[in-house]
């Protein structure tokens, strides 16, 4: 009977001295890819906290970079202001960006306004809404949905009547809108403002009632028309 020989793999083809490296290569780097995920998570999370607190990446106050007048000249800047400006010549702000400040004639309502309305937001100041793309900012022609805190920035909504100036002084230009109607509702009712308009609008909601703390199904919502200010022509 002929002999038999056990021969490996490795010995038997010269391709083995390939392969068996490189599989080897292949396991180890997994294995030090893995434990360095582990090993580097932490530092990881250290930096995406410092990256997402420096300078750069914090929300900018584009009112006060622009310079504009906020106490007592809102009027005369409103009156010497362009009928329209180039959508392209404004910083468009950012989530967290302060770009206005708004008053209510016949109220104390006098508030920062900042893009986004986040928790983080609404403890700062009124916020705008930006989920959808039907909303807008003041001057390009759409409804423009403001929220604020019912016992803060907005408690003196509940006073704004048919026929008050809701004045919002941005980085780009003063606007004015006059109260129409006000409503109370429930924070579910699909009712209460609709993206669909294609004229100019602003809605200013809080919580109601005034004195609630904590969460409540009513909103007070403060409905206004477009008086005046710059168009954003986003055609020039």
């Known amino acids: 009977m002929p002999h038999s020989k056990n021969r ?5 083809s010269p391709l083995a001295y390939v392969v068996v490296p490189l599989a080897l290569a292949a396991v180890t780097a997994a294995l030090l890819a893995a434990l ?3 090993l580097l998570q932490p530092y990881q999370m250290m930096l995406g906290w410092f990256f997402d607190n420096t300078t750069a990446s914090q929300p900018q106050d584009l009112l006060a970079e622009a310079g504009t007048v906020i106490d007592g000249g809102a009027a005369e800047e409103a009156a010497a202001q362009p009928e329209t400006i180039p959508f392209s010549s404004i910083t468009y702000p950012t989530l967290g960006d302060r770009y206005a400040d708004i008053t209510i004639s016949g109220t104390n309502v006098n508030a920062p306004v900042y893009y986004g309305d986040t928790n983080r937001i609404l403890n700062q100041g009124v916020g705008t809404y930006m989920e959808n793309s039907s909303a807008g900012l003041p001057g390009e022609g759409k409804t423009i949905l403001l929220s604020g805190h019912n016992n803060t920035f907005f408690n003196d909504l509940q006073h704004a009547e048919e026929g008050a100036t809701v004045t919002i002084t941005t980085h780009y230009g003063v606007y004015t809108y006059e109260v129409t109607e006000t409503k109370i509702l429930d924070y579910q009712d699909s009712s209460a403002y609709d993206f669909s308009r294609e004229d100019e609008n602003l809605i200013l909601y809080t919580c109601y009632p005034f004195d609630a703390m904590g969460f ?7 409905y206004a028309r477009y ?10």
């Open 8 to 12: 490996s793999f490795i010995r038997s």
């Open 36 to 38: 360095s995920f582990v």
């Open 216 to 222: 409540t199904p009513d909103r007070f919502f403060v």
């Open 227 to 236: 008086v005046s200010g710059p168009v954003l022509d986003r055609n020039s």
